[in-house]
């Protein structure tokens, strides 16, 4: 599956962005799906991650409450609704994908390794 993330830009602390990521090649309905970010210095992280089932999401606590992650079959897409963002938020965002054959379709990821497929990331600066 190919991914193509996209919206990213510069947002004042406390606004709000939402990042957007179209797959070809193969319908989200059938993969897990997450959003990682990668801060200048520091290894990529997980935001964010949606089961193959589409039942179980997880967040990093440092988003809870504030980021939302969600797909949209109908559109072949995945977002992330990120609000009251922060200074500490600032980093590449990349979305990942992968239909996690032997695993259980609730397997929520925890982290980069399971997923294959990857976005080629986009940019997200927090001004203070």
């Known amino acids: 599956v190919q991914l193509q993330a996209s919206g990213g830009g510069t947002v004042q602390a406390g606004g709000s962005l939402r990042l957007s990521c179209a797959a070809s090649?193969?319908?989200?309905?059938?993969?897990?799906v997450g959003w990682f970010r990668q801060a200048p210095g520091k290894e990529r992280e997980l935001v964010a991650s949606?089961?193959?089932?589409?039942?179980?999401?997880r967040y990093a606590s440092d988003v809870q409450g504030r980021f939302t992650i969600s797909t949209d079959n109908a559109k072949n897409s995945m977002y992330l609704q990120m609000n009251s963002l922060k200074p500490e938020d600032t980093a590449v965002y990349y979305c990942?994908?992968?239909?996690?054959?032997?695993?259980?379709?609730?397997?929520?990821?925890?982290?980069?390794?399971?997923?294959?497929?990857w976005g080629q990331g986009t940019e997200v600066t927090v001004s203070s």
């Open positions: 990942a994908a992968d239909p996690l054959w032997g695993r259980h379709s609730d397997y929520t990821p925890r982290g980069a390794s399971p997923f294959r497929s």
């Open positions: 090649g193969r319908t989200f309905s059938s993969l897990a």
């Open positions: 949606i089961s193959r089932s589409h039942i179980n999401t």
